[in-house]
């Protein structure tokens, strides 16, 4: 190599070679030896040891022994060494596909550098599975619940009187006591349940204290994170969370414990959304999502919470939404449920979501609770579109009145679907097996899932019209520049995070949920289940798991790059705004949704 400087400049952005120091890539630099091919030229084939390619500049093309088209590479990118295609390591022909420059190490000289530098052999050796695992598992420092706990707990015995719990309250000057029965915690009073339960009721304060508890309160282990406590007190709408250590409470803590841990919160915004009174109060605490989501994704963590957080953000603005809206109409008519559906049920949010929801009904309503479920609808789906939840061009909203019926209808709806399947009609059935209650009567939405999931399982035929719907969505196999490599050797410009990446995983669960009636919609939760009751095995659990941390956090990342520079959050990432470390680690995970999708067709007999 002539120019050694130009050379060591350019290997420093390339992947392994950017993890070594200035002498080392010195003296990688020295061995490369450079080579000018033109189009159609072979340069080599794997089946002899060619020791390694850089692409300097131009681009490659990589073909089996019959010419079947295997990926593309260009500047920056790497051949010669064997290559993971499809799930195992094939020979191929690499041939130039316009005019290019090439920088080869010979095969000796590979050699020293993989024997010299542990590192780079393990980089060309390992699988994409080991691959991926590796950029899932890096994590930001996590805060434990046990570092904010400031003093051990009150605590006072289940059969003491309310007025000797009040004075304990007041001596220790805390908000809370710890009720305990037999030695171990049987609940909690707050200052508020006093109010509530006692003052307001005009109870008499020598009863029991544990009369007026909260029996069994959620609690969370000490080396629980604190996101974990964030989101327990975001869904239940909590205040206080008991710790535990070896069975035991070691302390407690507050929202306003986790508030002054950090100066901007989700909870803080979840907190100020249920006080709030009219839409316009609403949608002032709505801007103030942007910067939260940015904060979030630059704080490191992981995909799973920002989902989650972002998701009972939404929860909470439509549970406002619904409170506010029978504020004004009156208390309804009957018992019904407000169900969300696809992101929003599984928690899996981002800074970019429109609205997918309806409700259950008791029974068929009459004409007059037509009309009040109608108006509560249109002011729920109206507000939210205000507070940027857009309006679902599918119109799978409560605002359409087929998505707004009785228990027994939903049942017939998920009988048509199951029934008599079709590829449109399965298509668009899907989403509403990713469903959860958000507000209103729980146990109509238990059983309403709990009947759909049980037919689906009992239902074969339909699972192979799902499991064909799954195999649309397929993940591109590479990119080339800007473009996306599909698998059959074309093209398209730009590469769709969501529907190249998250929705081929979140249909490959469902279908593993379908198969054994779990009724769990998030996909974290689904992948856990699976793998626990034998649907999944753990290897193939984890690949998938480690899969969709991977693209969802380059998703995010690249949203909140588009929202922290005033732009509207997208699904498009530009292939080449990837870095080629980023290009090499989602190839990889495509390729583990690709086995997984392959596995499915065998399973199914669909192709």
């Known amino acids: 190599m002539h120019d050694l ?31 000018y091919y033109p189009q159609g030229k072979v340069i080599f084939e794997s089946s002899a040891s060619q020791g390694l390619a850089i692409i300097r500049k131009g681009a490659v093309r990589l073909v089996d022994a019959e010419h079947k088209f295997l990926d593309k590479r260009s500047e920056g990118e790497l051949f010669g060494h064997p290559i993971w295609f499809h799930g195992e390591q094939k020979p191929y022909v ?76 007041s001596r220790e000057k805390v908000s809370s006591v710890l009720v305990m029965r037999d030695g171990a915690l049987g609940g909690i009073v707050t200052d508020k349940d006093l109010r509530q339960r006692v003052l307001a009721e005009d109870l008499d304060p020598g009863n029991v204290i544990e009369s007026v508890m909260t029996a069994n309160p959620k609690m969370l282990p000490a080396d629980s994170g604190v996101d974990a406590a964030l989101l327990l007190m975001m869904r239940e709408n909590y205040h206080h969370l008991p710790i535990m250590d070896d069975g035991k409470p070691v302390g407690l803590v507050t929202a306003g414990d986790i508030l002054r841990s950090q100066s901007e919160h989700p ?92 409700m259950v009904l008791e029974r068929k309503a009459q004409e007059e609770e037509v009309v009040y479920f109608s ?5 729920v789906c109206h507000g939210l579109d205000r507070l940027g939840y857009v309006l679902c061009p599918g119109e799978i909203m409560a605002l359409n009145a087929k998505w707004r019926v009785s228990l027994a209808k939903w049942k017939r709806h998920f009988d048509l679907w199951i029934d008599s399947p079709e590829p449109k009609s399965v298509m668009h059935s899907s989403i509403f097996f990713d469903m959860r209650c958000v507000y209103g009567d729980q146990p109509l939405v238990d059983e309403l899932l709990s009947y759909a999931t049980k037919r689906a399982k009992q239902n074969r035929i339909f699972r192979r019209f799902m499991a064909a719907n799954v195999l649309s969505h397929r993940p591109p196999i590479g990119f080339f520049r800007r473009f996306v490599q599909e698998d ?17 995983i979140t249909d490959l669960v469902r279908m593993r949920a379908l198969e ?92």
């Open 5 to 35: 400087n130009l050379a060591t400049e350019f290997l420093h952005t390339v992947p392994p070679f950017n993890t070594l120091d200035q002498d080392e890539l010195n003296s990688v630099a020295r061995k490369l030896e450079a080579a």
């Open 94 to 169: 690499a041939e130039a596909e316009e005019d290019c420059l090439v920088w080869h190490l010979p095969a000796a000289g590979f050699e020293r550098v993989l024997a010299k530098y542990p590192l780079l052999g393990e980089y060309f050796s390992s699988h994409h599975k080991i691959r991926v695992s590796a950029a899932a598992q890096v994590k930001a420092a996590v805060t434990q619940v046990r570092d904010l706990i400031k003093r051990v707990p009150v605590q006072i015995d289940s059969q003491a009187s309310i007025r000797e719990a009040a004075r304990l309250m």
């Open 267 to 358: 909870l803080r915004l979840v907190r100020d959304i249920h006080k709030k009174k009219s839409v316009d109060e609403l949608l002032t605490l709505s801007q103030r999502l942007p910067s939260l989501f940015v904060r979030m994704v630059n704080m490191g963590r992981d995909v799973e919470q920002i989902g989650r957080m972002i998701t009972h953000i939404t929860d909470a603005f439509t549970v406002r939404l619904v409170q506010l809206a029978e504020g004004e109409l009156g208390p309804p008519p009957m018992r019904f449920a407000w169900v969300v559906f696809g992101s929003q049920a599984r928690e899996e949010q981002t800074a970019r979501t429109d609205q997918d929801n309806g």
């Open 375 to 379: 108006n509560l609808a249109d002011q």
């Open 488 to 504: 059959d050797g074309t093209q398209s410009e730009g590469l769709n995070l969501k529907h190249r990446g998250i929705v081929p």
């Open 516 to 607: 054994g009636g779990i009724k769990l919609a998030n996909t974290f939760d689904r992948i856990e289940l699976g793998s626990m009751l034998g649907l999944m095995n753990p290897g193939d659990a984890s690949s998938i798991r480690d899969a969709l941390i991977l693209i969802g956090r380059i998703r995010l990342e690249y949203q909140a790059q588009q929202v922290a520079q005033g732009q509207a959050a997208t699904n498009f990432v530009p292939p080449d705004e990837l870095s080629p470390l980023m290009r090499r680690n989602l190839k990889s995970a495509f390729m583990l949704v690709k086995e997984a999708q392959e596995a499915l067709a065998l399973r199914y007999q669909v192709h």
